[in-house]
């Protein structure tokens, strides 16, 4: 399974695409690109069903 997230799916304006093979790949990837380059250092409930309802799941 494929794990995708575009960041600015949840930040306009931001460029980064993330693509992992595990959920949580895909969040530990998030959380240190939101830290340095959102200044989000803590991932709160808000922000993580915010994210989780962009991520795109695909086969392979
Ligand atoms: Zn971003």
């Known amino acids: 399974m ?3 997230l575009a ?4 930040m306009p304006g931001c460029a980064q ?12 990837q998030v959380g240190e690109h939101a830290a340095r380059d959102h200044g989000i250092t803590e991932i709160t409930p808000e922000v993580l069903a915010a994210v989780s309802g962009k991520i795109r799941v695909s086969e392979g």
């Open 7 to 10: 960041c600015g799916d949840v």
């Open 2 to 4: 494929k794990y995708q």
């Open 17 to 28: 695409n993330f693509d992992t093979d595990s959920q949580d790949a895909l969040l530990g």
